[in-house]
């Protein structure tokens, strides 16, 4: 089985500074870990995947993830928040032995201006 | 290149009617899936497709049924609706086999079951 954590349901951000959301996984096997973005109302659009290699991803919209094999963890981040990155982020864990991606619970972004 | 479409955007139910929710690709993608998202509960999948022709039960798949009889085309049905179906229904795809591959989605289906 395999499984996605996202602790926090929402994480407040002042406009313009950095912004972490965090997400744990767990996998039978090697992971492979994405973000994915939510804007109300709206499907959701990938923004970035781990797959192999470097174990800093970078993706849309100047967000970037950290791959961390020890900690099981793959937290997402952007050095300078937007007021437009305000939505709901999910992460999503799959692996070569099991064919379907596992979702996270979502956690709300809130970038105050 | 219109992407991953669903028909309909909205839709109210009573209790025990049916009904099917359309969703169409343009991508030539190979993967097709159904999701239902509740507050709190993130997407769970309810049912899958690996290529024209074949279906595959997800993680909620009571009380609904696929078709997928042309590629570009996936269908989900309600037979008899209830209000624990009431949710947001979203349709994905993706471009070959595997979990390695990312996911593209489609607006969306609000579907209320009173």
């Known amino acids: 089985a395999q499984s996605v954590a996202q602790p926090e349901d929402q994480v407040n951000v002042a406009e313009g500074n950095p912004l972490t959301v965090k997400c744990t996984y767990s996998v039978s096997g090697n992971p492979y870990l994405f973000w994915y973005v939510q804007y109300p109302n709206r499907g959701l659009q990938f923004l970035l995947k781990?797959?192999?290699?470097?174990?800093l991803v970078k993706g849309s919209y100047g967000f970037e993830a950290e791959f961390n094999k020890s900690q099981t963890s793959f937290h997402l981040k952007k050095p300078s928040a937007l007021v437009s990155d305000s939505a709901l982020y999910f992460c999503?864990?799959?692996?070569?032995?099991?064919?379907?991606?596992?979702f996270g619970t979502g956690t709300k972004l809130q970038v105050i201006p | 290149n219109a992407g991953v479409t669903q028909t309909p955007k909205f839709r109210v139910l009573k209790t025990g009617q049916s009904m099917t929710l359309l969703c169409a690709q343009d991508?030539?993608?190979?993967?097709m899936y159904w999701y239902r998202q509740d507050p709190g509960m993130g997407l769970r999948l309810i049912h899958y497709?690996?290529?024209?022709?074949?279906?595959a039960k997800g993680e909620v798949p009571d009380g609904y049924n696929v078709s997928r009889l042309k590629k570009q085309n996936f269908l989900l049905g309600l037979e008899s609706a209830a209000p624990s179906q009431t949710s947001v229904y979203f349709c994905a795809s993706s471009y070959l086999a595997g979990a390695s591959y990312e996911q593209y989605f489609g607006p969306g289906t609000r579907l209320t079951v009173t």
């Open positions: 497709s690996v290529g024209e022709g074949t279906t």
């Open positions: 991508m030539n993608h190979e993967y």
């Open positions: 781990y797959i192999t290699g470097d174990n």
């Open positions: 999503a864990v799959g692996s070569g032995g099991y064919q379907k991606v596992t």
